[in-house]
């Protein structure tokens, strides 16, 4: 990704957003430093393609779950009244 300084994005505004519109974001730096991304409205933002329940009905999480490998944990830290599985 193409990373401009602020004076160049001002100067280069409308070609920039030109490319912007053909899918070729870029990144407005002062001293050096990353401060915005420029990206295509249309573009999705980074980091949201996350498909949370896709998943759902397909897989059983057993009623022990939180309790599983409980005892040899236990006994691995010298507990004696570890539980029996």
């Not at 401009?4 to 001002?10: G, Y």
Request: hydrophobic share 40%; no cysteine; aromatic share 4%.
């Amino acid at each position: 990704m193409e990373v401009v300084n602020i004076h160049d994005a001002k100067t280069r505004l409308s070609r920039l957003l030109e490319e912007v519109q053909e899918g070729k974001p870029f990144i407005i730096a002062k001293s050096g430093k990353p401060i915005a991304r420029v990206t295509s409205v249309e573009a999705p933002e980074p980091g949201k393609t996350r498909r949370i329940g896709f998943l759902a009905g397909q897989i059983k999480v057993p009623e022990d779950f939180d309790r599983m490998g409980e005892a040899e944990i236990l006994s691995m830290f010298g507990e004696d009244d570890a539980p029996s599985p």
